[in-house]
């Protein structure tokens, strides 16, 4: 009754409020401590935490939704309408703005371009393209009538089992890091506002609300922080929101050492510290921490914070300085200051910046001169459900309200392409039957409790099975096509973790596989394996079949066109995998502390970390800084593909490779790459550093401090590729001093096309430095860690 009580109380006051700019003076700025000055203190403790969310308690899992302003956004700030503060709107992405496309009693719809998962941004490492990118998803989120965009999403790829590494960029802090600080850039660059998230060790799904994740400091500042440490300071994101996770002890958003000491104190963030909805526990200690705002607001918050104040277990002090930190934020917002949003955005250019990012981000795994496709290929035999049912990205608060998606089929048409229509009926008509079971069967049990009706809401619903054909249906579907296509799918979502059964193929995937590419090939035909999907899958037991395999992961809403200007060699594929993709899952160093096949309902039905369950309710990161290439190259462990990999339509020489110094404290190299092949293509150098010790003092084999894209570069044609690495860049953090340390001697600086593949060879002679640092975040139990 008090949640409901404070509900409509924060409703009433916000919606009075839905003019843009209601409150700012004639200078479009904010006297902070002259409206502090005049908050009472019931004011303050309602001013830091958001308006509330309709119909959720806070005890679980949620997707924020408010119909506040801009229906469908995520949440809203609390307004102070005597003193001329207006309510601002948070808005979830990273894919794309997250509203309501249809409004009751609006026949205007506000649909927004669905853009490629970051896990494809990532795969183009062109941060240039991903700041275009990032100004159209901002350019939307500014016309419609949002300030901050809940986006990117940085956390590291320590598993390919999370299920939410689809948001995620890399397993790699620098890919990480460089990628979230171009789209924020790009973002901002609207005068709208980014919340890098989820701040920090969010790299797993199950029991994500209550999960005490228990990191080494060494690889809390060398891997998982590493990445918002760049992002931070390269673009200045107007907002940091804090994770749900506990780390070594204590909740994120509760921890003055992870978000005053390290984020403010160390890296120099001046903005807006928030909570992802509904983390943590004790809003008094949350606003002690630094954690200025709390969403989506609810009453124990309120309560929390007054009484600390009164009690003296919070200083009035602190309170007004998280107090101002929101009001700078809503200060510098688009509603604040005024401005008239249209709610027509550039949708049909915004489609065009999604159709080519994607195409640049697919990454091409094999080709056995398959692709791309020849001229004389026109008719083409699709199989697998996912090609006439397109993934475009994720689902929870990374889905996007879109007008349409591109599938395979309707790609491959719109450029000129025949596909079998006896085929497409099988499918059309046994994708609509295995659809209808999967849902009747999700309300049956929905229909049971509360729980089941949750579950059915949230969480993404499975894919049909896949159809298999007999021998002779095989043999005549071969004769009227030219090609074949199969599509494999995954979907990506929030809440839950991958089971082991998500990473490897099904029965009936393989036995599709098998069969299609044995029909196929004994009438000479060829066969392309495509794979929408979110992550990495088991592909080491077969992708010697199929002649081509292309990853075009979850695209978007123009996935399918994408998808096809790939294959026809419209545009050549130039994109290389932000992650390794291991031979096994369990091949990961992570595998021996991460949550196998657990149940959805602990993390979106615990209310509180009650138990004591090993990769539950504790999570050992016991792999240290061995994640992904750091771990499968020191460790000489085989994969099904290197991190860093990826084929184009041509061929790349590395040559005349230099390094110099540039000033004192930095180098730079370069080296010439020319295209000796017979096609156009862009190529993705990688500049990764051995330390002369790293043996010996526990250090990865090397570790990526630089890469760069080429020009689109014609046959014959060369290009200079510049990068630059600090000193600093080669430190490795020591515990027993707390500081950064960079070992004096001779490094290797290895320019290569992947992480296993390395072209060129330099040495350079570095100084040597230490950087002292706060010895904050300790682990609460000693960890049995991974040493070379």
């Known amino acids: 009754m008090i949640m409901k009580k404070f509900l409509i109380i924060a409703l009433g006051t916000a919606m009075t409020l839905c003019g843009c700019g209601t409150g700012n003076d004639k200078s479009g700025t904010i006297d902070s401590k002259k409206v502090i000055r005049k908050m009472t203190l019931e004011e303050k403790a309602r001013f830091v935490i958001g308006t509330g969310m309709a119909g959720s308690t806070g005890d679980n899992a949620v997707i924020g939704a408010t119909q506040l302003l801009v229906p469908g956004a995520a949440g809203t700030t609390y307004p102070l309408e005597r003193l001329g503060i207006p309510a601002i709107v948070l808005a979830d992405g990273p894919a794309g703005l997250r509203i309501d496309a249809t409004r009751t009693g609006d026949d205007q719809t506000y649909y927004c371009t669905h853009f490629p998962i970051g896990t494809l941004l990532a795969s183009t490492w062109n941060t240039s393209l991903i700041e275009q990118v990032g100004a159209a998803i901002g350019q939307e989120v500014k016309e419609y009538g949002a300030d901050v965009l809940l986006a990117p999403a940085v956390n590291i790829m320590r598993s390919p089992l999370c299920g939410r ?11 990480a890091g460089k990628t979230s600080a171009a789209y924020i850039r790009g973002v901002q660059s609207n005068g709208v506002g980014t919340s890098i998230k989820h701040f920090a060790g969010n790299n797993q799904e199950t029991n994500r609300m209550n999960n005490d994740a228990h990191i080494s400091q060494r690889a809390l500042r060398e891997i998982y922080l590493k990445a918002f440490e760049i992002a931070v300071k390269e673009s200045q994101p107007w907002t940091v929101m804090t994770s749900y996770n506990y780390i070594n002890g204590v909740y994120t958003s509760e921890s003055k050492e992870l978000v005053t000491t390290i984020l403010r104190d160390e890296w120099g963030f001046e903005g807006t510290v928030m909570t992802d909805w509904y983390g943590g526990k004790d809003g008094g200690r949350q606003m002690w921490a630094g954690n200025d705002m709390l969403q989506p607001g609810k009453e124990e918050q309120y309560d929390s914070i007054v009484a600390a104040a009164r009690r003296g277990r919070l200083d009035m002090a602190e309170l007004d300085r998280n107090v101002e930190r ?13 401005y008239k949003f249209s709610n027509k955005p550039d949708l049909t250019a915004h489609a065009a910046v999604t159709r080519q990012s994607a195409a640049e981000g697919m990454v091409l795994l094999k080709n056995n001169n398959a692709l791309p496709l020849d001229t004389r290929i026109k008719n083409v035999a699709l199989y697998g459900c996912t090609s006439y049912d397109f993934i475009a990205g994720g689902t929870g608060s990374g889905n996007v309200n879109h007008a349409y998606v591109v599938s395979l089929l309707d790609g491959l048409k719109n450029n000129g392409y025949t596909v079998s229509e006896s085929l497409k009926e099988r499918y059309t008509k046994y994708i609509a039957e295995k659809k209808k079971e999967i849902n009747d069967k999700i309300e049956e049990e929905a229909r049971k409790d509360a729980q089941s009706a949750m579950l059915a809401q949230f969480l993404p619903h499975p894919l049909p099975e896949e159809m298999l054909f007999d021998h002779s249906e095989l043999a005549a579907q071969a004769t009227g096509a030219d090609i074949a296509i199969i599509t494999l799918g995954r979907l990506s979502g929030e809440f839950i973790d991958r089971s082991p059964s998500d990473f490897a193929l099904s029965d009936a995937e393989r036995r599709l596989i098998e069969q299609v590419c044995n029909v196929y090939h004994k009438a000479r035909k060829q066969v392309i394996v495509l794979l929408n999907i979110g992550g990495s899958i088991e592909t080491a037991s077969w992708k010697e079949l199929p002649d081509a395999i ?3 992961w979850q695209a978007g809403q123009e996935g399918g066109n994408s998808v096809v200007d790939v294959l026809s060699g419209k545009q050549s594929p130039s994109g290389k995998l932000p992650m390794t993709w291991p031979v096994n899952f369990t091949d990961v160093a992570s595998s021996r502390n991460f949550p196998i096949d657990q149940d959805p309902r602990i993390d979106m039905f615990s209310q ?5 369950v090993r990769n539950v309710d504790y ?34 020489e590395y040559s005349n490779p230099k390094i110099e110094r540039n000033g004192e404290k930095s180098f730079k190299v370069s080296v010439q790459v020319r295209n000796i092949g017979k096609a156009e293509g862009k190529e993705i150098v990688q500049l990764y550093v051995s330390a002369p010790d790293n043996k010996a003092a526990n250090k990865p084999v090397k570790e990526l401090k630089a890469y760069a894209k080429t020009k689109s570069l014609k046959p014959g044609e060369q290009q200079t590729v510049e990068m630059t690495v600090n000193e600093p860049d080669l430190a490795s953090f020591d515990e027993g001093e707390s500081s950064w340390v960079v070992k004096a001697g001779s490094y290797r600086f290895l320019i290569g096309a992947s992480s296993q593949d390395i072209r060129q ?14 010895d904050v975040m300790k682990p609460v139990k000693k960890l049995n860690l991974l040493h070379r």
């Open 326 to 338: 929101v009001l700078r934020l809503i200060e510098k917002t688009p509603r604040f200051q005024g």
């Open 761 to 774: 060879t330099l040495t350079a002679q570095v100084q040597g430095s230490k950087t002292k640092v706060h």
């Open 619 to 652: 999570t050992d990161y016991e792999e240290d800084i061995y994640v992904g290439y750091r771990y499968f190259d020191s460790f000489d462990v085989p994969v099904s593909y290197p991190f860093g990999y990826g084929l184009s339509y041509t061929t790349f």
């Open 608 to 612: 509180g970390k009650t138990g004591n």
């Open 165 to 175: 590494n689809f948001e995620y960029y890399s397993e790699d802090p620098v890919v």
């Open 550 to 552: 292309l990853c075009a």
